[in-house]
């Protein structure tokens, strides 16, 4: 039997860290928000120490504008992709004017690396055999494509 795969919520936690020089007789204390992988004990600070709550509840405030921001954009990807898909099958060529279209190369890098290998492969046939490597996306396509994972990186 398979062993399943663990969710970012079983080996990830958010850990609400208290700093003080101290150990807290002055009264003074700083508080810091972190991303601990629970297997490693490693962490990624997400709100650097702050001593003022205000000041820490401004930069949860910016984390909390960031991800509703990304929720929006993965919403247009997700209604991308899958209307495409309920459509009709969509061609190397017409995958590759959607992602040229991109408003960002790192955008294109994301809307490529999410589809299927099958359409992954196709497209890079198509740039690398039809589109020109002297303007637009297709030289950042063929810079950033590894032909053994299939992603652009």
Partial sequence: MAERKKTRAEYLEWVLEVQSPDNGISGTAEFL???REKESGRAIEVIEARSDFDGFVAALGEIKSRLAEVE???RSRFDQ???NHAATPVGPEELWRQLAAS???Q??????NALSATSRAAVAEHVFSRVSMFSGKGPIFAEHYNAVSQILE
């Fill in 33 to 35: 928000l972190t991303l």
């Fill in 81 to 83: 992709v899958f209307s």
């Fill in 107 to 112: 955008a294109m890098f994301e809307s490529f």
């Fill in 103 to 105: 408003p960002s190369d």
């Fill in 72 to 74: 929006t954009e993965a």
